[in-house]
C-alpha cells in the first residue's frame, strides 16, 4: 500500500491543523494506522492510533485531549485533527500502515510509511 500524507504547513501556537493520508493500491479498510512524528535531531515517536475498524484509538500522552484521529474507509483515508498547537509538535509528520486489525506503538510494528508532512508551530 502507498500513502501520501499531506496537510501539513505553519501554524500559529494555540492553532489547528488537520493532517490527511491517502492511500492507493489496498483498500485501507484492513490496516491499522498509525500517525508518528519526528522533530530535528530527535528520534521519530508515536503519536496516535486507530484500529481498522476505526472503534478504537490510543493517544500519546502529550497529545491526548488535543489531537484526534480518525479515518474513513470509504475514502481510503486517515486523519489527525490536531489543535491547541505548541512549538514542541513542530516535527515531520508521518502515517504508518499496519496489515492487522489492532494497532501498535512501536515504529517496527508498522510496515508501510508515508513520506511524511511538515508541522510547523510558531510561538
Known amino acids: 500500500v502507498q500513502l501520501q500524507a499531506s496537510g501539513g504547513g505553519l501554524v500559529q501556537a494555540g492553532g489547528s491543523l488537520r493532517l490527511s493520508c491517502e492511500a492507493s493500491?489496498?483498500?485501507?479498510?484492513?490496516?491499522?494506522m498509525g500517525w508518528f512524528r519526528q522533530a530535528p535531531g530527535k528520534e521519530r515517536e508515536f503519536v496516535a492510533a486507530?484500529?481498522?475498524?476505526?472503534?478504537?484509538?490510543y493517544y500519546a500522552e502529550s497529545v491526548k485531549g488535543r489531537f484526534n484521529i480518525s479515518r474513513d474507509n470509504a475514502k481510503n483515508a486517515v486523519y489527525l485533527q490536531m489543535s491547541s498547537l505548541g512549538p514542541e509538535d513542530t516535527a515531520v509528520y508521518y502515517c504508518?500502515?499496519?496489515?492487522?486489525?489492532?494497532?501498535?506503538?512501536?515504529?517496527?510494528?508498522?510496515?508501510?510509511w508515508g513520506q511524511g508532512t511538515q508541522v510547523t508551530v510558531s510561538s
Open positions: 486507530i484500529a481498522w475498524s476505526g472503534h478504537h484509538t
Open positions: 493500491g489496498r483498500t485501507l479498510s484492513n490496516y491499522a
Open positions: 504508518a500502515a499496519r496489515p492487522a486489525p489492532y494497532f501498535s506503538t512501536p515504529i517496527g510494528g508498522y510496515n508501510f
